[in-house]
């Protein structure tokens, strides 16, 4: 049973920079998940930022490409998120994810649906004024 917990949540000031972290448990084989970021602002649909496959390959939204960065520490236990020069619309709650790769979702990218990725952290608040 595969467990995600962020941290590193917070307040930052417009065009300030925060980092996210994410320990991931409970997998034996890393090569068989997708794993990134998504994010949720109440009464808006969750929303991808970005993903990470196995070997390092990196994809993200539109909106946050050149500002934020996905990367893995070499032990493939950890997630991080950088979140450089970062805008008001940035707030949101940032939730970890996991989701197979199969037959159904073969591509591991930042514009996979949420319903693809079956295992979620409980979320960090990031809100940027």
């Known amino acids: 049973h595969v467990q995600l917990v962020e941290s590193g949540g917070g307040s930052v000031a417009t065009g300030g920079s925060l980092s996210l972290s994410c320990v991931a448990s409970?997998?034996?084989?890393?090569?068989?998940?997708?794993m990134g970021w998504f994010r949720q602002v109440p009464g808006k649909e969750r929303e991808g930022v970005g993903t990470?496959?196995?070997?390092?390959?990196?994809d993200y939204a539109e909106l946050v490409k050149g500002r934020f960065s996905i990367s893995e520490d070499k032990a493939k236990t950890t997630l991080f998120l950088q979140m450089n020069s970062l805008k008001p619309e940035d707030t949101a709650m940032y939730y970890c994810?996991?989701?197979?790769?199969?037959?159904?979702?073969?591509?591991?990218?930042?514009?996979?649906?949420?319903?693809?990725?079956?295992?979620w952290g409980q979320g960090t608040q990031v809100t940027v004024s």
């Open positions: 990470i496959d196995s070997d390092g390959i990196t």
């Open positions: 994810v996991a989701g197979y790769l199969s037959h159904a979702y073969r591509r591991c990218t930042s514009d996979r649906v949420a319903s693809s990725f079956g295992y």
């Open positions: 409970g997998y034996t084989n890393r090569a068989e998940f997708c």
